[in-house]
């Protein structure tokens, strides 16, 4: 198998260990175990429920109560439509597997996870892809993407909430959206990774809740916090599901038992962990904000979900280039565009500690200094 580097994950391998302020951090403040029992009102109650288990593999597809909590995420969902996963990366990486044959055409909704693209080409897929634009507020052009669609596709690849834009896509556009892969047939697989963390109080339904071919990935990672568990689901019509187990054998077997125990218990207290995320995100978007409002050379489309935005600048040169120089200057790590395969701009996270972001974006602010006497 020939496949493209990762450009996301080698850049953050390069820094994240050794930046000073990682404002590229797309999780949600990550929180101890200790923090979790704290924050649900159950002090002690995981030692409880670990330390006495016996260390088999458990269920391997996945306990019923973990399976039971990822249902519970969605309104028509059962826990024989679920695979635990090597996080959402691992479920992105088995949804493709199992559905994607040489020569099938696959239609990806572009900038997105490397994933969705990188995979279908390797495995000798005819990718075709529709790019979300800024002028429009990163909405798909739904024309577009009925013209790029065609009886041959088998399937169509979005994220919504997206990464790296922060859009959140309308209900309208949703519902317009499975129109155009019923028509033709299509599988839609949808990366919500980022759901739950829209920035109003409105909820946002899943793929599989609105079309019967539809797919949604998700993990215990960004909304949840708790990206040590390595965990994530795969949530699909029940024949996927079967032909995309008989593939998890050859890789994987199981998920981890304590991770999905541990899982299980913070998916039922979903409601207090989802309530934390997105009063963090309020927070630090606020300071987003005002720091934006106040920096001549940057500017963006405010994001309306998920932890991610991109902030387009008015130097002239290469994101790579000025994230590498920033690193250099200013120990301030943030993503360059280039590794979504978009100029002038540089993807920020901002779900982390307040204290963090302000620091980090004080420290940008700094280095953005010497550009106030150049010309774009």
Request: with cysteine.
């Amino acid at each position: 198998m020939n496949i493209k580097p990762f450009g996301v994950e080698r850049w953050m391998d390069l820094y994240e260990t050794t930046c000073k302020y990682n404002i590229a951090e797309t999780c949600v403040d990550s929180m101890s175990l200790r923090d979790l029992e704290q924050l649900v009102g159950e002090p002690g109650t995981l030692d409880s429920l670990i330390f006495n288990e016996r260390m088999t593999y458990g269920e391997i597809p996945g306990s019923h109560k973990f399976r039971e909590g990822v249902a519970s995420l969605y309104k028509n969902v059962e826990p024989d439509q679920i695979l635990s996963t090597n996080g959402a990366i691992g479920a992105n990486f088995l949804a493709l597997y199992t559905l994607v044959n040489p020569g099938d055409e696959v239609v990806v909704i572009v900038p997105t996870y490397q994933q969705h693209t990188s995979i279908p080409e390797s495995l000798g897929a005819n990718v075709k892809t529709v790019w979300l634009q800024r002028n429009k507020g990163f909405q798909p052009d739904l024309n577009e993407l009925r013209e790029t669609v065609t009886p041959e596709t088998k399937l169509i690849c979005f994220n919504n909430p997206n990464n790296p834009t922060g859009a959140l896509i309308d209900p309208e556009t949703m519902q317009q959206i499975v129109k155009i892969a019923r028509e033709q047939d299509a599988w839609l697989l949808c990366d919500e990774v980022y759901r739950h963390l829209n920035h109003d109080d409105e909820y946002a339904p899943s793929v599989v809740d609105l079309y019967e071919k539809g797919i949604s990935t998700g993990s215990m990672s960004k909304v949840f916090s708790l990206a040590g568990l390595r965990l994530g689901w795969l949530v699909a019509p029940k024949e996927l599901i079967e032909a995309a187990y008989d593939i998890r054998h050859y890789n994987m077997i199981s998920c981890g038992k304590i991770d999905e125990i541990i899982g299980a218990f913070a998916l039922e207290h979903k409601d207090k962990i989802i309530a934390r995320s997105r009063a963090i995100l309020k927070e630090n978007l606020e300071i987003l904000d005002e720091w934006i409002s106040n920096e001549p050379h940057i500017d963006y489309v405010r994001p309306k979900a998920g932890t991610t935005a991109l902030l387009y600048y008015d130097m002239d040169l290469s994101s790579t280039e000025l994230c590498h120089d920033l690193m250099a200057k200013e120990g301030v790590m943030l993503t360059p565009g280039d590794c979504f395969d978009m100029g002038r701009c540089l993807r920020i996270g901002y779900a982390f500690d307040p204290k963090d972001l302000r620091a980090g974006l004080e420290a940008f602010g700094r280095y953005l200094r010497k550009y106030d006497h150049t010309e774009a």
